[in-house]
């Protein structure tokens, strides 16, 4: 039996209020353009975070095959998702933004400049180095640095998903949940005082930042897709955070979790737990999602921010002509084949 281990990112959740439209502003800008499911369904085992009922909902998975983890664009069909009352600043807790990786920071700019209508802002100096701010059209901010794990070479300026950034109210509680999910864990830099890069709306404030890294390492089948995962923790000194989910369901607008590609989830459900981290929700089965399927099981950190993580059971690898992986029949944890995950830009959606 393998160890309890985290291999990567898979995906960051997106709550929208319409999943086509959302799903074709991240693949014609960013790139997330073959899907792993597109579903229609129900909810039932997140009730504890929908009000006690079951919500339908439309959600689809997709990923950059240029590397890093996937979106999973969600919407409830059975209500209206709801936008945050106020608008998150940095500090607030909750998932701040995603962090998107490129080979090439100028010219990633360039492209999403051109593309859209100011969505990117200007290259600023990163306390890790050259990149800038970025806003979907729906108010999500995202963050497009440079990285030096990848997966393939495409002709996309942008990759997928390499990190995240986190607010919380206090950096060493939530270092020491991080240091318990991700083994092992490199802390990149940890500063405080007054930051240049961040937005405006928040000059003259101070704030602690530490960025995290968890470096690639050949485990998992899907782990030289996912590559190297970056957890920026960023904490507010001068004002009270607001909880950015406050008062709202899992599956509205805005960032919903951060979910991880997982291994041996019995073993890491123990080892969690017994370090004070429980699950608040676990699927304890193999659960479908179209033509995919996992268990998954969630938890949060010290501050609610909510930790998707998903041992997945089966994958398509090329959809049009019905070929699943069933990994639960694999020997051992090593990285799939390239060939094999290569496979999957087949089923690319071309707008």
């Given at each position: 039996m393998s160890a309890p281990l985290i291999s990567g990112i898979q995906q960051v959740g997106i709550g929208v209020q319409n999943v086509p439209e959302?799903?074709?502003?991240?693949?014609?800008?960013?790139?997330f353009d073959v899907p792993v499911?597109?579903?229609?369904?129900?909810?039932?085992?997140?009730?504890?975070?929908t009000g006690g009922a079951v919500h339908q909902r439309h959600a689809v998975l997709a990923i950059n095959m240029a590397g890093g983890g996937g979106l999973e664009i969600w919407s409830f069909?059975?209500?209206?998702?709801?936008?945050?009352?106020?608008?998150?600043?940095?500090?607030?807790?909750?998932?701040?933004?995603?962090?998107?990786?490129?080979r090439d920071v100028r010219k990633a700019h360039e492209w999403v400049q051109s593309r859209t209508n100011n969505s990117a802002g200007d290259l600023v100096r990163f306390p890790d180095g050259e990149g800038f701010w970025g806003n979907d059209p729906y108010g999500n901010t995202f963050q497009i640095t440079g990285d030096n794990?990848?997966?393939?070479?495409?002709?996309?300026?942008?990759?997928?998903?390499?990190?995240?950034?986190?607010?919380?109210?206090?950096?060493?509680k939530s270092l020491a949940f991080y240091k318990s999910l991700l083994q092992p864990l490199e802390v990149v830099y940890d500063k405080t005082g007054f930051f240049k890069d961040l937005p405006a709306s928040v000059s003259g404030q101070r704030f602690r930042r530490m960025l995290l890294r968890k470096s690639f390492t050949p485990d998992g089948a899907f782990s030289r897709l996912l590559g190297d995962t970056n957890i920026e923790l960023i904490q507010a000194l001068d004002r009270e955070p607001?909880?950015?989910?406050?008062?709202?369901?899992?599956?509205?607008?805005?960032?919903?979790?951060?979910?991880?590609?997982?291994?041996?989830?019995?073993?890491?459900?123990?080892k969690l737990q017994a370090e004070g981290y429980p699950f608040t929700i676990d699927s304890e089965r193999s659960f479908g999602m179209e033509s995919a399927a996992g268990r998954?099981?969630?938890?949060?950190?010290?501050?609610?921010?909510?930790?998707?993580?998903?041992?997945?059971?089966?994958?398509?690898?090329l959809k049009k002509i019905g070929w699943f992986l069933d990994i639960q029949k694999r020997k051992d944890q090593k990285p799939l084949p390239d060939w094999m995950l290569k496979l999957m830009s087949l089923s690319r959606v071309k707008d």
């Open positions: 959302a799903w074709k502003w991240y693949r014609q800008i960013l790139g499911f597109d579903e229609k369904a129900e909810a039932p085992l997140m009730t504890p975070y069909t059975s209500r209206v998702s709801q936008p945050a009352a106020f608008k998150a600043e940095p500090g607030d807790l909750g998932i701040n933004a995603i962090r998107f990786k490129t794990s990848w997966f393939q070479k495409t002709d996309k300026a942008v990759g997928g998903v390499s990190g995240v950034v986190v607010g919380v109210s206090d950096i060493d607001r909880k950015i989910f406050e008062n709202r369901f899992w599956g509205d607008c805005g960032f919903i979790h951060l979910c991880f590609d997982a291994l041996n989830m019995d073993a890491l459900k123990t998954f099981a969630y938890l949060e950190d010290p501050d609610g921010t909510l930790i998707e993580l998903v041992e997945t059971h089966k994958l398509p690898i």
